[in-house]
């Protein structure tokens, strides 16, 4: 089974000199609860990424502080030697503490063996497409950082490069500079009109992305499964579409721009056919306007 007709839009996206699906596979999941550890069962783990694939997912997101170290590994013991087609996205930017928490990892070092990190653990000679991953904590400004990524993708360290959480301007800022080919910010239904505080909304970042024709990876486009547990008007839209609430959640976003490109992510081989099956969920202008008070009004 491959997927090869979206109800939405077009079935697939440039992402640079990249064409992917759009509907990828975000890889924290994959790990122990929160992005930690090993998980619970590494043979389904494996399944599910081998199951994306044989569904059509070409576009894997990923970073090496998801585990740290673990989702990278599973993906390589899983996949390796990867299919021509699939295209392995990673973020830097971050790090985890030893507390199980999440840290800004910006300065020039950090992102320098943040990219031999992935590289090594992935087993590729170039990365993809990498993330610039800001947070408004970091020691060093934008553009600080900015400038070192575009000095590792200059001596061939990644291929493409990406942002991630930015606001308008920095994406203006880092396009007058450089060819930006994704921006992964905060969207979906109960988070679609503004992203993490300090940040401009999500809907004006995706309308950017828009006239540039820019992919747009809304993170958390489940809102970390709570959308998968429905309520309220979600419910009873998904039953007149016959599909469910995580469906239909995705299903939104896919209809709301040709530049969407969701990664949703699992640790279940049941979630992912789900989640994948959103490809098919037809919907109109009318359910999208239905649809959108209701994450406002549920948003807390």
């Known amino acids: 089974m491959r997927l090869l007709r979206f109800a939405h839009g077009p079935e697939t996206i440039r992402v640079g000199d990249f064409e992917v699906r759009r509907l990828g596979y975000g890889a924290m999941r994959l790990p122990g ?4 550890g090993e998980p619970e069962d590494p043979s389904a783990a494996h ?7 044989e569904l059509g997912v070409n576009l894997i997101d990923t970073a090496w502080y998801y585990g740290p170290g673990v989702a990278n590994r599973l993906i390589v013991e899983a996949l390796h030697p990867y299919p021509h087609d699939l295209v392995i996205a990673t973020k830097l930017g971050a790090r985890r503490t030893p507390d199980k928490g999440w840290a800004p990892a910006l300065r020039p070092a950090e992102l320098r063996s943040g990219v031999e990190e992935d590289l090594r653990q992935l087993r590729l000679e170039q990365l993809p497409v990498v993330h610039l991953r800001w947070t ?3 020691e060093v400004t934008f553009d600080e950082a900015l400038d070192t990524m575009l000095e590792l993708q200059r001596a061939g360290k990644l291929r493409h490069l990406a942002l991630s959480n930015v606001t308008v301007e920095q994406l203006e800022r880092a396009s007058a500079r450089a060819k930006i080919v994704a921006v992964q910010n905060l969207f979906n239904l109960r988070g679609g009109t503004s992203q993490i ?3 401009a909304s999500g809907e004006e970042v995706l309308a950017a992305c828009e006239r540039r024709g820019i992919a747009f990876l809304p993170f958390f ?4 499964g709570a959308l998968a547990a429905g309520g ?3 419910d009873a839209a998904a039953q007149r579409h016959s599909c469910t609430p995580a469906q239909l959640a995705l299903a939104w976003l896919l209809a709301r721009s040709p530049v969407m490109l969701p990664i949703p992510g699992t640790s279940k081989v049941a979630h992912l056919e789900e989640n994948l099956g959103a490809v098919h969920v037809t919907i109109d202008a009318a359910v999208i306007h239905e649809l959108a008070p209701w994450s406002a009004r549920d948003a807390s």
């Open 33 to 36: 609860k929160g992005a930690w």
């Open 47 to 53: 399944a599910v990424l081998r199951r994306a694939v």
């Open 136 to 138: 408004e904590q970091s």
């Open 197 to 199: 505080p300090g940040t």
């Open 221 to 224: 486009p489940l809102a970390i």
């Open 232 to 234: 309220g008007a979600l």
